[in-house]
């Protein structure tokens, strides 16, 4: 099975732009949850998305948002960019239904630099 | 809310050791999964080894175990025969059992060297 993609893997923007970032999971797992990796905070998580709703959400400003397709692709944006914004981004999928629900599996990430 | 502490943020091991890796975490649930997972320098996060709260047994896969004290809320991971391709960052994370909501800790930088 392929493992989760994401796309771009590297992007720059400039204060006040938005971004979308693209998160395809592994065939079969309908759960994506959104990570955001930085220096300082760490990894925090900041939603997750299952069967085309959003389930959880942590701690993020509403600039912050996603949504999920029907199939199980998951896209996230952040709009009005600021310096803290960059970050590394990491999209990780599960299976619901399974013992094995709470395994996530991580995508490489999305590299964003906000200038 | 849970919180995941990781006391160690770097450690050293020589090729072929046996190192151990803290974890602490603090809930008031009574059921959930932790998670170690490993970060290699530039490439993605592995899962390394996941133990169920109710499950008394502590979990290995292969070189890793853990030593899972639920009454002291500590999961350590043992990283038997260290190799050097196990140098990367380890992240201890939790989560309830109906979400996939992973609460990491800050992680422990380990150098596995000759």
């Known amino acids: 099975k392929a493992g989760v993609t994401q796309t771009p893997r590297y992007l720059i923007k400039t204060r006040g732009q938005q971004v979308t970032l693209s998160c395809s999971p592994i065939?079969?797992?309908?759960?994506v949850s959104w990570y955001q990796q930085t220096p300082g905070q760490g990894l925090q998580f900041l939603f997750e998305?299952?069967?085309?709703?959003?389930?959880n959400k942590g701690n993020f400003p509403g600039r912050f948002s996603g949504r999920q397709f029907s199939n199980s692709r998951s896209e996230m944006n952040v709009s009005t960019l600021e310096l803290g914004d960059s970050a590394l981004y990491l999209c990780a999928s599960s299976s619901p239904g399974t013992s094995r629900y709470n395994e996530q599996f991580f995508g490489p990430g999305t590299r964003l630099t906000v200038l | 809310a849970q919180t995941v502490t990781q006391s160690q943020p770097e450690m050293s091991v020589q090729e072929a050791e046996t190192v151990t890796l803290s974890c602490t975490y603090d809930?008031?649930?009574?059921?959930?999964?932790l998670f170690w997972y490993k970060q290699p320098p530039s490439r993605q996060m592995i899962l390394v080894i996941r133990q169920e709260a109710y499950k008394q047994q502590n979990a290995t896969e292969n070189r890793f175990s853990v030593n899972f004290q639920k009454a002291a809320k500590s999961f350590s991971l043992k990283i038997s025969d260290s190799q050097l391709g196990d140098t990367a960052m380890y992240f201890c994370?939790?989560?309830?059992?109906?979400?996939?909501?992973?609460?990491f800790g800050t992680g422990t930088r380990l150098q596995v060297t000759l």
């Open positions: 065939s079969g797992h309908r759960s």
């Open positions: 809930t008031s649930e009574n059921n959930y999964y």
């Open positions: 994370a939790f989560t309830p059992p109906t979400a996939s909501k992973l609460t």
């Open positions: 998305y299952f069967s085309e709703t959003q389930r």
